[in-house]
């Protein structure tokens, strides 16, 4: 593997970043999370006409670019820095890669290319009141009813759920348990039967709905019984994207502090010059440079579809949670007074730290699954 992106890859990133800075200021990203939807329409169709976003790692022959799982990192980790509110990670990294691991190639013709041009906004349900994220967790039966099935109970915590033109839903056949009768089945967002909530929730900058399926018809989006392995590796590259995304944004709030630490003066000299200031922010550069080292490894993996990437995306998840958090801590406590008030980013940048941690499985559970990978 190489261990330098390519010029392509730098020249993407410029590209992104200089995009998401222009759409995404501070102050776009509290009027955002004021409203119901939690993102600017316009900015999503520029995001997918002027950039390709939707559809960078979605393969040509369903209407996308066909680059890999390191460019997506890349594209994630910009968003991360500014905290982009868009139905992004639910669209792209949930939902286009469960229909692209689980879907036959006629449901990813019919579904993809609505995906990858940004006409649909997508999202994956897949954990409950349990707020489980392992496959006993998933209690919701699928029925079968002629060609479809009947899909009853509730889903919490769905990324953009109350917006999203189409949900891929996981559930098991009936008299299933544990990862057998696992499947993924695709709803409508107006279906009927579909009842959406949307969640009052720490972090408003990544929205959040409960669905409550009564009666719900419902297409099995390939194998409607044998859907675990595909719904695994799901999660896995999930929790790469978002490690991808978390190392964003504890760049940023590392360069935040930083920046503070030369200019804000206390006895008479920047606070950047107290030893304990110093250790601070050196002990987050090195959490953020081996996160980033994690995260871009399983970017990679998950690029190759290498034997490697369950371990490694369970890695780079549970080490950029606590990364994240730390550095967005960290960042609140050298800012001092001012980094607690309202007025103030960090506090965005935290709480959208502490919600990340917990999305996909904190890092306790991440370390748990790893042990288990690697026959510990």
Known sequence: MNFAFSEEQDQLRDAVRKFMETKS???????????????????????????????????????????????????????????????????????AN?????????????????????????????TEDNGRWDASGITMEA????????LDGS??????????????????????????GIGFFTVEGDADGLSRTALSTM??????????????????????????????????????????EMIGGAQKVLEMSVEYAKVRVQFGRPIGSFQAIKHKCADMLLEVESGKSAAY?????????????????????????????????ENIQIHGGIGFTWEH??????????SSEILLGDATYHRELLAQRIGI
């Open 25 to 95: 200021p501070s102050t776009e990203v509290r009027r955002l999370m004021e409203t119901t939807e939690g993102y600017d329409e316009a900015v999503w169709k520029q995001m997918a006409q002027e950039l390709g976003l939707q559809s960078l790692h979605i393969p040509e022959a369903y209407g996308g670019q066909g680059f890999t799982f390191v460019e997506l990192g890349i594209v994630l980790e910009e968003m991360g820095r500014v905290l982009l509110c868009a139905p992004y990670f639910s669209t792209v990294a949930l939902a």
């Open 98 to 126: 469960a229909i692209m691991n689980a879907g036959t190639d006629e449901q990813k013709g019919a579904l993809l290319p609505g995906i990858a041009s940004g006409e649909t906004v997508a999202t994956m349900a897949f």
């Open 143 to 150: 029925r079968p009813d002629g060609d479809a099935y009947v």
């Open 155 to 180: 889903k919490m915590f769905v990324l953009d759920g109350h917006t999203a033109d189409l949900v891929v839903v996981a559930a098991r056949q009936p008299g299933t348990s544990g990862e057998e």
């Open 203 to 244: 972090d408003q900058t990544r929205k959040q709905a409960r669905l409550e399926l009564s009666g719900v018809r419902a297409q099995a989006l390939g194998d409607p019984g044998s859907g675990w392995a595909a719904l695994s590796k799901t999660l896995d590259q999930a929790a790469v994207c978002l490690a991808n």
């Open 297 to 329: 490894y399983a970017s990679w993996a998950a690029a190759e579809d290498n034997e490697e990437l369950p371990v490694v995306a369970s890695l780079a998840k549970a080490y950029c949670s606590d990364a994240y958090f730390h550095a967005a801590a």
């Open 345 to 354: 980013d960090a506090h965005l940048y935290f709480k959208r730290a502490k």
